[in-house]
């Protein structure tokens, strides 16, 4: 594979992306969560990222490599998605010190709990590694089988009936998911025993080339099964129902850990399948299979946000919109689509690991997910807010974010290739997604805040005021109008720009016949005010998360080159 | 061993394997189930055994010692230990689907594992590739106890008997996928039940109970 090596890079620095988590947990489990290990998990995470960039930068110039007795081995797709995990890691890393101080001070937790959960997120952290550098298919599945392990005690941290609740959930729905990826990797084996060449194994670049080869029959079955099982664990409908608990329950960084990165991680092994499984039967069976799991994802995730009363939830259905998004583009399958698909995991990544920072505080600013107890925002924490208020314009793709070019080269391949009516329904889709997210986000930032909510026609008086004392947020927000029961006339009128006429057929927010999810209400106090007016770190992972995500829609920079060749890698172009 | 003996030998422990899935979905009382399901590991581990004795395998051996073990000993164990833990008997008073209705299902599930799998015995016949369709056969009856029982319990078992299905199909398509693949399934099953172990304990602390009914707090 190597021809003409313009910089030989070590082997070993493939490992470093494995074994610096693990110190950064021995440290943890040794010194324990104080003082002067408060940075060890940021100084972790950006050592990943740094070796994940020097990794990508040997792999665009030299080609892949194998190491650790053939058991690693590296490609511009796993180097690609090393990045993605270093960058997320370090959003979710910043933001934990004050989020953990937090917790601390309003005695939901104590030294123990922190100490076990940086822990376990370093864990995490290396196990994510190992899925994507893995050379073959067994060891891909035991990693991304032991992050469900680690996750677990993570997501029920809390010990309550809800968290224990959503633990208990996650842990049965994924592990019989991923259980089904485990049928499916047997079978894919059984079928490479029996093909004319010697046998291929588990490894990736083998079954790559033994797929043409493979009995179409037992094939047929063995990706049907893969796709469905690493579906689950990606959030893709039918076995989605763990997400939007887990991501609830779970504490902020972990939440923006999972769903920034342990999805893309999962859908990484469903990119692998579908190489194989294109070689093989060709591209027609994963593309009917993936459009159905799309489909089915958009649809479930659009009817569960028009009528959302929690925050959190609200992002997590948005993540299994996103998945079924990406599981579009791929189904799509040209190397456009594909590019997409790999900028979109990397943009959601980032938008959406920022959300849940920002939604972590809104929670302990707050002290409720729910949406209609969080009036007014932007009057009490401009810059919070602000900042929540972009990452929501992000997630629903509007330019420059990274997100808005990969949703346009998703539908551009899409309707090239002559997949119009799927591309259709995506969109419209979509479109009451959008809607539904900026209704629900606007009723969390504008108004006035909860304590002056009691007297109605006053809050209505007083709308004006907020909306320009808010001034930034209110123009963002307003393109769309609300439309729901609680919406704000003032501003919906006041605002309406021309592009809203495409809306009001999708702005039918009249919410869902009432069925109310616990919400989390924390006990205790909520932060304190003289915390309050400081930006705290999480202010910082967000801006910069948002930065990075508007660079990289304007321009790929030296990611291009390493896009181009992880691209290439799927569509086995050369 | 003869062929005709390795033949019969072989159908008769899957018949085991399938019979123990169905006894399971049968039983009401926890204890009982988990009984079963320790005489369904035993099962498994001779599935082993037998594969092993007729390819004359020392390793393959001593991958059944450690099926034995795990899915005849410690599994039940952590199983029995989690039942006491729990007190009173508990009996599956009231699933989703009463048990003659389970039995009939069961019954169609084997009819459906038995055409689903028709590619893979075809792809190379022989006396293991057809007792595939026995494996898939218990995976299916595992997933049905998984989404059909009410406790806690017999949740862990359905997860269980849907895992002991995946493994005999991995074991019958006679094509080991590398010792440490091995090895981290064992390992993450293992894992697994312990984690779904602790958070049954704190359901309890949490729930006073570990009916699923009440896991009704998350929805939309």
Same mark, same amino acid.
């Given at each position: 594979?190597?021809?003409?090596?313009?910089?030989?890079?070590?082997?070993?620095?493939?490992?470093?992306?494995?074994?610096?988590?693990?110190?950064?947990?021995?440290?943890?489990?040794?010194?324990?969560?104080?003082?002067?290990?408060?940075?060890?998990?940021?100084?972790?995470?950006?050592?990943?990222?740094?070796?994940?960039?020097?990794?990508?930068?040997?792999?665009?110039?030299?080609?892949?490599?194998?190491?650790?007795?053939?058991?690693?081995?590296?490609?511009?797709?796993?180097?690609?998605?090393?990045?993605?995990?270093?960058?997320?890691?370090?959003?979710?890393?910043?933001?934990?010190?004050?989020?953990?101080?937090?917790?601390?001070?309003?005695?939901?937790?104590?030294?123990?709990?922190?100490?076990?959960?940086?822990?376990?997120?370093?864990?995490?952290?290396?196990?994510?590694?190992?899925?994507?550098?893995?050379?073959?298919?067994?060891?891909?599945?035991?990693?991304?089988?032991?992050?469900?392990?680690?996750?677990?005690?993570?997501?029920?941290?809390?010990?309550?009936?809800?968290?224990?609740?959503?633990?208990?959930?996650?842990? &049965?729905?994924?592990?019989?998911?991923?259980?089904?990826?485990?049928?499916?990797?047997?079978?894919?084996?059984?079928?490479?025993?029996?093909?004319?060449?010697?046998?291929?194994?588990?490894?990736?670049?083998?079954?790559?080339?033994?797929?043409?080869?493979?009995?179409?029959?037992?094939?047929?079955?063995?990706?049907?099964?893969?796709?469905?099982?690493?579906?689950?664990?990606?959030?893709?409908?039918?076995?989605?129902?763990?997400?939007?608990?887990?991501?609830?329950?779970?504490?902020?960084?972990?939440?923006?850990?999972?769903?920034?990165?342990?999805?893309?991680?999962?859908?990484?092994?469903?990119?692998?399948?579908?190489?194989?499984?294109?070689?093989?039967?060709?591209?027609?069976?994963?593309?009917?299979?993936?459009?159905?799991?799309?489909?089915?994802?958009?649809?479930?995730?659009?009817?569960?946000?028009?009528?959302?009363?929690?925050?959190?939830?609200?992002?997590?259905?948005?993540?299994?919109?996103?998945?079924?998004?990406?599981?579009?583009?791929?189904?799509?399958?040209?190397?456009?689509?594909?590019?997409?698909?790999?900028?979109?995991?990397?943009?959601?990544?980032?938008?959406?690991?920022?959300?849940?920072?920002?939604?972590?505080?809104?929670?302990?600013?707050?002290?409720?997910?729910?949406?209609?107890?969080?009036?007014?925002?932007?009057?009490?924490?401009?810059?919070?807010?602000?900042?929540?208020?972009?990452?929501?314009?992000?997630?629903?793709?509007?330019?420059?974010?990274?997100?808005?070019?990969?949703?346009?080269?998703?539908?551009?391949?899409?309707?090239?290739?002559?997949?119009?009516?799927?591309?259709?329904?995506?969109?419209?889709?979509?479109?009451?997604?959008?809607?539904?997210? &900026?209704?629900?986000?606007?009723?969390?930032?504008?108004?006035?805040?909860?304590?002056?909510?009691?007297?109605?026609?006053?809050?209505?008086?007083?709308?004006?005021?907020?909306?320009?004392?808010?001034?930034?947020?209110?123009?963002?927000?307003?393109?769309?109008?609300?439309?729901?029961?609680?919406?704000?006339?003032?501003?919906?009128?006041?605002?309406?720009?021309?592009?809203?006429?495409?809306?009001?057929?999708?702005?039918?927010?009249?919410?869902?016949?009432?069925?109310?999810?616990?919400?989390?209400?924390?006990?205790?106090?909520?932060?304190?005010?003289?915390?309050?007016?400081?930006?705290?770190?999480?202010?910082?992972?967000?801006?910069?998360?948002?930065?990075?995500?508007?660079?990289?829609?304007?321009?790929?920079?030296?990611?291009?080159?390493?896009?181009?060749?992880?691209?290439?890698?799927?569509?086995?172009?050369? | 061993?003869?062929?005709? #003996?390795?033949?019969?030998?072989?159908?008769?422990?899957?018949?085991?394997?399938?019979?123990?899935?169905?006894?399971?979905?049968?039983?009401?009382?926890?204890?009982?189930?988990?009984?079963?399901?320790?005489?369904?590991?035993?099962?498994?581990?001779?599935?082993?055994?037998?594969?092993?004795?007729?390819?004359?395998?020392?390793?393959?051996?001593?991958?059944?010692?450690?099926?034995?073990?795990?899915?005849?000993?410690?599994?039940?164990?952590?199983?029995?230990?989690?039942?006491?833990?729990?007190?009173?008997?508990?009996?599956?008073?009231?699933?989703?689907?009463?048990?003659?209705?389970?039995?009939?299902?069961?019954?169609?599930?084997?009819?459906?594992?038995?055409?689903?799998?028709?590619?893979?015995?075809?792809?190379?016949?022989?006396?293991?590739?057809?007792?595939?369709?026995?494996?898939?056969?218990?995976?299916?009856?595992?997933?049905?106890?998984?989404?059909?029982?009410?406790?806690?319990?017999?949740?862990?078992?359905?997860? #269980?008997?849907?895992?002991?299905?995946?493994?005999?199909?991995?074991?019958?398509?006679?094509?080991?996928?590398?010792?440490?693949?091995?090895?981290?399934?064992?390992?993450?099953? #293992?894992?697994?039940?312990?984690?779904?172990?602790?958070?049954?304990?704190?359901?309890?602390?949490?729930?006073?109970?570990?009916?699923?009914?009440?896991?009704?707090? #998350?929805?939309?």
């Amino acid at each position: 594979m190597t021809n003409a090596p313009i910089w030989d890079w070590p082997a070993w620095l493939m490992t470093a992306p494995v074994v610096l988590p693990l110190i950064g947990a021995l440290i943890y489990a040794l010194v324990g969560w104080r003082g002067s290990t408060r940075w060890v998990g940021v100084v972790s995470a950006a050592c990943v990222l740094a070796a994940a960039i020097a990794i990508a930068v040997g792999v665009t110039a030299s080609g892949p490599q194998v190491s650790f007795f053939g058991l690693l081995r590296v490609d511009a797709l796993s180097a690609f998605l090393l990045i993605v995990i270093g960058t997320v890691a370090l959003i979710s890393a910043v933001a934990t010190p004050s989020h953990l101080a937090v917790e601390v001070e309003a005695g939901r937790a104590d030294e123990r709990d922190c100490r076990r959960m940086v822990m376990l997120v370093q864990v995490f952290l290396a196990l994510m590694a190992v899925a994507v550098l893995a050379a073959g298919l067994g060891v891909v599945w035991v990693a991304i089988e032991a992050t469900t392990i680690v996750t677990a005690f993570l997501v029920g941290q809390r010990r309550d009936r809800a968290a224990v609740e959503a633990a208990w959930k996650y842990v &049965v729905i994924c592990s019989t998911g991923i259980a089904l990826a485990l049928l499916g990797t047997f079978l894919l084996n059984f079928a490479a025993q029996h093909t004319a060449s010697p046998s291929p194994g588990l490894d990736w670049v083998d079954l790559v080339a033994a797929a043409p080869h493979l009995d179409p029959g037992v094939t047929r079955i063995a990706v049907a099964l893969l796709i469905v099982g690493f579906g689950t664990k990606a959030g893709l409908a039918p076995l989605h129902a763990w997400l939007p608990d887990a991501y609830s329950q779970a504490p902020a960084p972990v939440s923006a850990l999972m769903s920034g990165v342990l999805v893309s991680v999962a859908f990484y092994a469903v990119l692998r399948v579908k190489v194989i499984a294109d070689a093989a039967l060709g591209p027609e069976f994963t593309r009917a299979l993936l459009v159905v799991l799309a489909l089915a994802s958009l649809i479930l995730a659009a009817s569960l946000l028009l009528g959302q009363r929690d925050y959190q939830r609200m992002l997590a259905y948005s993540s299994i919109e996103n998945m079924g998004l990406v599981a579009l583009g791929a189904a799509i399958g040209s190397p456009l689509a594909i590019a997409a698909v790999l900028l979109h995991l990397f943009g959601h990544g980032l938008v959406k690991s920022s959300l849940f920072v920002g939604a972590g505080r809104i929670l302990q600013v707050t002290g409720s997910s729910r949406i209609d107890r969080v009036r007014g925002l932007a009057a009490r924490e401009p810059l919070l807010a602000g900042c929540f208020g972009f990452a929501v314009l992000a997630i629903i793709a509007f330019p420059p974010f990274a997100l808005f070019a990969s949703e346009l080269g998703i539908a551009r391949a899409g309707f090239a290739a002559g997949m119009g009516w799927q591309l259709a329904t995506a969109l419209l889709l979509v479109l009451v997604i959008a809607a539904s997210l &900026v209704n629900h986000t606007s009723r969390m930032l504008l108004g006035t805040p909860v304590a002056a909510v009691a007297a109605p026609s006053q809050a209505a008086a007083s709308k004006e005021t907020v909306v320009d004392a808010a001034g930034l947020e209110a123009v963002d927000l307003a393109p769309i109008p609300a439309a729901g029961p609680f919406s704000s006339p003032p501003v919906a009128v006041r605002m309406l720009p021309a592009r809203s006429a495409v809306v009001p057929a999708v702005a039918v927010a009249s919410p869902i016949p009432a069925v109310v999810p616990i919400a989390i209400e924390v006990p205790g106090p909520t932060v304190a005010d003289a915390h309050r007016s400081r930006p705290g770190a999480e202010i910082y992972a967000m801006g910069g998360a948002l930065l990075t995500c508007a660079v990289l829609g304007l321009t790929l920079g030296p990611l291009g080159p390493l896009l181009a060749q992880a691209t290439a890698i799927i569509t086995r172009t050369p | 061993m003869s062929t005709a #003996l390795y033949t019969q030998l072989l159908n008769l422990v899957a018949g085991a394997f399938l019979l123990t899935a169905v006894l399971i979905l049968w039983r009401r009382e926890l204890s009982g189930i988990i009984d079963v399901f320790a005489l369904q590991g035993l099962a498994l581990a001779a599935l082993v055994g037998i594969i092993a004795a007729a390819e004359g395998s020392a390793e393959l051996g001593a991958v059944a010692v450690g099926v034995l073990v795990l899915r005849a000993g410690v599994l039940p164990w952590v199983l029995r230990r989690a039942a006491a833990a729990a007190g009173a008997a508990q009996r599956e008073t009231k699933p989703l689907v009463n048990v003659v209705s389970s039995l009939l299902a069961a019954a169609a599930l084997t009819l459906l594992a038995y055409a689903v799998s028709q590619p893979l015995v075809e792809l190379a016949p022989s006396p293991a590739t057809h007792a595939i369709p026995v494996g898939m056969a218990v995976v299916l009856i595992g997933f049905f106890v998984l989404v059909t029982r009410r406790l806690a319990l017999s949740q862990l078992v359905g997860f #269980l008997l849907l895992d002991n299905g995946i493994t005999a199909v991995g074991f019958l398509t006679a094509t080991g996928v590398g010792l440490i693949v091995e090895l981290g399934v064992s390992l993450d099953v #293992l894992l697994v039940v312990l984690v779904l172990q602790v958070l049954k304990t704190r359901m309890r602390e949490a729930f006073g109970a570990t009916d699923l009914d009440e896991l009704r707090g #998350l929805h939309d």
